[in-house]
């Protein structure tokens, strides 16, 4: 099963607007984790979630879990050129070593 | 802030060759992963690393691929034989107790 889809796979809007992206996976997980890619750059980790928790918030980031619609989303407000990127939602099952299973990605452009 | 730091940045290969990936994790982080994304493409889960052993694998960590920590810092992903399709971008990242992963910023390898 491909676990941690996300949507739109492209995205772009005004410098300003608010970005929101959505992931949704299928199997029960532990955590799910943002990241920020940068064009064939590495990945910045953006924020975790866990089961447990509705909603985080951190800077101008704000992301939701639902775990009964199995999906989460990414809110980035007040948008900047610099947000453009690829973000990737992630999740695992639990236990410490566990690895994620990544989603394809949404591309967000912001226009200057 | 601390970082996970790879070496070397790009790495150039003929096909059938050994190569081995480096990284140095965060200090006092306890697990170890390596990923990949070829070109274009998701990034996948290799393998995990925890107390001097394997983790966790992927089918994709086949019998080509070994990991090592040699000593107290050092995390190295070695591959014995390069095909053409190991040509992608190697990630490594490590975690603390809860799972929240943060991510070098890779190793491009091109197999020729």
């Known amino acids: 099963s491909q676990q941690g889809e996300e949507d739109p796979q492209a995205l772009s809007i005004q410098e300003g607007e608010n970005a929101t992206m959505n992931c949704s996976y299928k199997?029960?997980?532990?955590?799910l984790q943002w990241y920020r890619q940068n064009s064939g750059r590495g990945l910045v980790h953006l924020i975790l979630i866990r089961s447990n928790e509705r909603e985080k918030h951190s800077g101008r980031l704000r992301v939701t879990l639902d775990t009964s619609k199995k999906s989460s989303s990414l809110l980035i407000t007040a948008s900047r050129a610099a947000d453009t990127a690829s973000y990737f939602c992630a999740t695992d099952s639990g236990g410490g070593a566990d690895g994620l299973t990544f989603g394809k990605g949404t591309h967000l452009i912001i226009q200057p | 802030e601390p970082e996970v730091t790879q070496t070397p940045s790009h790495q150039v290969t003929q096909m059938g060759q050994e190569v081995i990936l480096r990284c140095v994790p965060i200090?006092?982080?306890?697990?170890f992963y390596w990923y990949r994304q070829i070109l274009g493409q998701k990034v996948e889960f290799l393998v995990s690393?925890?107390?001097?052993?394997?983790?966790?694998k992927s089918e994709i960590f086949d019998d080509q691929f070994s990991v090592e920590r040699p000593d107290g810092s050092n995390f190295t992903l070695k591959i014995r034989s390069t095909k053409l399709e190991d040509s992608a971008m190697y990630f490594c990242?490590?975690?603390?107790?809860?799972?929240?992963?943060?991510f070098g910023p890779g190793t491009r390898l091109t197999v020729l």
């Open positions: 200090s006092n982080h306890l697990y």
């Open positions: 199997t029960s997980i532990n955590n």
């Open positions: 690393f925890y107390n001097n052993e394997i983790s966790e």
């Open positions: 990242a490590s975690s603390g107790q809860f799972n929240e992963q943060f």
